[in-house]
């Protein structure tokens, strides 16, 4: 059993780390990164992962950073692991909104939730995060 989360080196996708560790140590299972282009190779890419790992008291969940497709988008990606066997969650990362902006959400997590085969958790990032 699986909890996959999108990772992005924006305030939205480093506010979805923490939530992400916490669901799979309560649901006791693994936690795969989708993280969106090349982000995985920056260097406060580790920094990120860990920070949200202690966070959220993650220290025995086994983290495994999914390698993106090429020519594949961030959308694609998250979509097709929410169809493989074993994925219990996605949890994606969403900007704040003001109340005109919350009538249209953002195209790929727009995508997501309406095209992903598992139930997905949109998490908001803490208010005061610097982007």
Do not use: W
């Amino acid at each position: 059993m699986t909890v996959v989360v999108g990772y992005s080196p924006t305030a939205e996708g480093k506010g979805a780390l923490p939530f992400a560790f916490a669901e799979a140590v309560q649901r006791g299972t693994d936690l795969v990164i989708v993280a969106e282009e090349d982000s995985a190779a920056d260097a406060a890419f580790g920094a990120a992962v860990e920070s949200a790992r202690d966070e959220a008291g993650g220290l025995g969940v086994a983290v495994k950073i999914h390698d993106n497709e090429p020519g594949r988008s961030h959308a694609d990606n998250l979509i097709d692991l929410s169809y493989v066997e074993g994925t219990q969650l996605l949890v994606i990362g969403i900007r704040r909104r003001s109340p005109v902006g919350k009538l249209l959400m953002g195209s790929i997590s727009q995508r997501v939730i309406l095209e992903a085969q598992c139930p997905v958790t949109a998490v908001k990032p803490p208010v005061g995060l610097p982007r």
